[in-house]
């Protein structure tokens, strides 16, 4: 299994102006990829891979190396430039700490549940997990403290399983898959009783209509506090939590007319994500396995 930067934006519909991009680079991993970090600088890129390790990709050098070891795939990874660590979360149902210069994992912590989804705000980390809980962890300890575990535990309001979670400084916006969000804000000095608060932690319609779809993917756009929510239904929309407003919604993916569905078809968008300047919003569509294997096609893969 190949990953690279970037390939194959050519049509001036998909591009949207942003002009050609082209392969750089390209590394063979021998198993998928599931998931990618950059380092701040752009000269390094970190993955989590189905052979059960943790991989850097010294763009410079163009040199692939194992910096993780699970017993199970990795799932998410996620490097912090403040600690200069890598952290990876596993099926194995651990969340690891990683310094590249050494082989053992710097702290880890086994979940008592398997670990789906984690999201990064640095001190706060999230993680979303089966039977819809939320683990937070506050990285400021492992910075001052050398302490690596969770300062609170929670079941997410909403009543069907987790499909995506993006945390800023003080919470997170979690989406489901009955097409609905939840907005939880922490106070540091009380945890269990802000998270009660209904002023602040609330739920809505997000991806429903007379039809539900699941909430694929969150962002925050880190200059303006907003947050971009991407669904099943091949929509895409932006949204205030302090205002409690829907700001602007996109055209769904049926007026994209280069692509290999049939005419009018709803294309599901896998993923989104904010620029760190909050100017670009990056969008993936493609076939998400919400009707199973059965309805996957080989144009899905295109």
């Not at 990874?77 to 660590?85: D, I, R, S």
């Not at 310094?99 to 702290?107: E, F, G, L, R, S």
């Amino acid at each position: 299994f190949f990953f690279q930067a970037e390939d194959g934006i050519r049509d001036p519909l998909w591009s949207r102006g942003l002009g050609d991009v082209y392969k750089r680079q390209a590394q063979d991993c021998g198993e998928p990829v599931l998931n990618i970090s950059w380092n701040r600088e752009g000269t390094s890129i970190f993955a989590g891979c189905c052979d059960n390790t943790a991989k850097m990709w010294d763009l410079q050098a163009n040199r692939i190396m194992n910096i993780g070891q699970h017993s199970q795939p990795v799932a998410q990874v996620h490097w912090c430039e403040m600690l200069n660590v890598l952290y990876t979360m596993s099926w194995d149902k651990t969340i690891s700490v990683w310094d590249a210069k050494q082989q053992n994992p710097v702290m880890s912590f086994t979940l008592d549940r398997k670990p789906h989804y984690m999201s990064v705000a640095f001190p706060f980390m999230a993680i979303a997990t089966a039977n819809r809980y939320v683990y937070m962890f506050d990285l400021d300890k492992l910075r001052c403290q050398g302490v690596f575990q969770p300062i609170y535990q929670t079941e997410t309001m909403l009543k069907y399983n987790t499909k995506s979670i993006a945390a800023y400084q003080n919470g997170w916006v979690l989406g489901s898959i009955e097409g609905r969000c939840e907005v939880r804000t922490f106070e540091m000095a009380n945890i269990q009783f802000s998270l009660q608060n209904k002023n602040t932690n609330f739920t809505f319609k997000a991806h429903r209509d007379k039809d539900i779809y699941a909430v694929n993917s969150i962002s925050f756009n880190n200059q303006h506090g907003t947050f971009a929510t991407a669904g099943s239904d091949g929509k895409l929309f932006t949204w205030d939590k302090d205002a409690k407003i829907k700001l602007k919604g996109f055209p769904d993916s049926r007026q994209i007319t280069t692509h290999p569905y049939p005419a009018n078809a709803v294309i599901p968008i896998l993923d989104c994500g904010f620029n760190s300047q909050g100017t670009i919003l990056a969008v993936a569509y493609g076939y998400d396995w919400a009707k199973g294997a059965g309805e996957y096609k080989e144009r899905d893969n295109e």
